[in-house]
Each structure stands twice: as C-alpha cells, then as structure tokens.
C-alpha cells in the first residue's frame, strides 16, 4: 500500500490555517500532521516537523514564515508559503497554475512554491492574458479599485465586525466601508507588479466592507490614450481565449448584464465557498473605455482553496481534490 504523504500547517490556528485544514481533513488520501498547542511557538519542535513531512504549509506572519523557510534541513520536503514573504522571492514559484502555460509545471517540480495573495489573484486574472498577448502596452497606466469581506484582515479586524454584530444584531456598522492604503506601496503591489508583465507598478486602492468573505477586483481602463485601441470585444476574447478549459477561471459572458443585482449591482459574495474566480468584462467602444472586474471568494481562491489547489499539484493528484468550483 502506498504511504499517505504526510502534511503540517504551521499555523493552523489562524484564518488561513484553520481553513485549509478544514479542507484537508476530511480526505483520505493525505495524513495531517499536528504539532501539540504547548509546542506551536517551540522552534525544535517546528524545525522537527518541518522536516520530517512532505509538505509544509506555512500560514504565519511574514517573519515567522522566513523563520520557517531557515528550518528546512530535508532536500526532500517542499514548502508552500501562504504568508506575503516569498511572493516575490528568489527561488520561489509563485502558486498561480493559471498564470501562463508552464506554470503548473513548475509548480510540480519545486520545493518552495508561494500562495498568491487574494487581491492579486484578482488583478492578474484580468490584467496577465491582456499584457502577454500585446492587447494592452507594458507601459499602460493601471489601476486597481478593490474591495473585500473584512475576513481579510486577519483575527482581529473579524473579531472586530463580529463582536459589534453580535451585540447589535441587524445593525449596520459604524464602518460599513473604508478605504486603506492611503500611504501607497502595499505589500501586494510588488507581487502584482512582478507577475503582471507590466513596465511600472499599478496604483492600487483597496477597500474592506462589512460583509465576512468575498471580493470584488475592478480595473478600469481608459482606452482612449492609445492611438489603436482595443474594443471591447477584442479585450473579451483575449481573456477568454487565454483561459480557455482552465477549471478555476470563469470569464463570464461579454457585457453579462444578467448576473446584476437589480440589473445594477454585482455582488461580491457570489463566488464564496468555491475556488472559483470569475472574470468580467464590461466596456463603450464609442467613449473608448472598459472595466475588468474579477469576483473571488478572499477565503477560498484567494487564500485555502489556492493553497489547496497548489498541494494537489506539487503531490501530483487531481488539481481538484477538496475543491468546489
């Protein structure tokens, strides 16, 4: 009988952590290692674990996931990062199978393999397929107006909506919506900026509302600098064609008008729970000017259905075991 690889999270008790094991758990076709809680913060122990698995998992501050990496003794044991630290890093391959043609590939073959962040996620999923087919030029200016569930920013901004949820059941928040980032250089536009193709960094907004999970990644374009530019049916094939029998990337109908909220809105919860991410394409070829929307679960694509994706890739199992689209 062939020996269940052997899978730690370290740092299972965080959001990411705990949702990653929530997937891994309930498979039979991989055994989950765990360290005791009176150990979690015991480097031998960790360093230990670490090297006595297949995989790694590694769900911790940046800090703490680098103190990591430096434990790795065992040539054998590959390591998937869902920290921000090694996004961008040397020898790293960064975990997004959808990003080009080889790039699954790589996955398989690496020892160090990096989650991509959720707004990221989001961003190339539109942007990539337009840059590496030349429909848009490596310099054109980009930016990015995003906005996510408040699961986003970690334990103490959920407990933060929970708790005034729970002692005023039905009221709306006093933050109902905010933006952040307002001092620029974000941790994730480097990472958007190094596998995005384009020649300078976009200029990113991002935003958290009150609602747990989900997110909306909104990229408008004014098409109207270029001397030739694109329509918006140009924009639309190229995307679609460039993800075309991907499992994880919907690109939605052209001008998908239908999936709007009173003919309106477009929701950003729709896609939670899945490892889905659905690209839309909106545009006026008369006033020359498009919007790209990416629609993802923070949570799921944007974070532990990833890392679970690119677990199933570096062991060589079907890509989506424990995966809802």
């Not at 758990?25 to 674990?49: C, G």
């Amino acid at each position: 009988m062939m020996t269940k690889p052997k899978i730690f999270i370290d740092g299972e008790s965080g959001t990411t952590g705990l949702q990653i094991y929530s997937r891994l758990s309930q498979r039979d076709d991989i055994e989950l290692v765990s360290i005791e809680q009176s150990k979690r913060r015991d480097s031998t122990a960790r360093e230990q674990l670490i090297n006595a698995v297949d995989v790694a998992i590694l769900c911790l501050p940046d800090d703490a996931a680098r103190e990591a990496v430096s434990f790795v003794r065992n040539p054998k044991v590959k390591i998937l990062d869902a920290s921000t630290a090694h996004r961008t890093a040397l020898g790293w391959v960064y975990g997004f199978p959808e990003l080009n043609s080889g790039q699954r590939e790589k996955i398989a073959n690496a020892q160090f393999v990096s989650v991509p962040g959720c707004y990221p996620t989001g961003f190339l999923s539109c942007i990539r397929p337009l840059i590496a087919k030349g429909i848009l030029p490596q310099n054109f200016p980009i930016t990015i107006n995003a906005v996510s569930g408040y699961s986003g920013g970690g334990k103490s901004l959920i407990q933060e909506y929970q708790t005034f949820h729970q002692q005023l059941p039905g009221a709306t928040s006093l933050y109902p919506y905010g933006i952040y980032g307002l001092q620029f250089g974000h941790k994730h536009v480097k990472e958007m900026h190094q596998h995005s193709g384009l020649a300078s960094p976009p200029l990113f907004v991002p935003a958290v509302g009150d609602f747990e999970q989900g997110m909306l990644v909104q990229v408008p374009l004014p098409l109207w600098i270029l001397d030739n530019p694109p329509s918006g049916e140009v924009i639309h094939q190229a995307i679609a064609s460039y993800y075309q029998g991907e499992q994880f990337v919907e690109v939605m109908p052209f001008q998908e008008y239908s999936l709007l909220r009173d003919g309106k809105f477009l929701d950003a919860m729709a896609t939670n729970g899945t490892n889905l991410v659905q690209v839309f394409v909106f545009a006026n070829d008369i006033t020359k000017e498009a919007l790209l929307v990416a629609r993802l679960d923070n949570l799921g694509k944007g974070a532990s259905g990833a890392a679970v994706q690119n677990l199933n890739i570096m062991l060589g199992f079907s890509e989506d075991l424990g995966l809802t689209c």
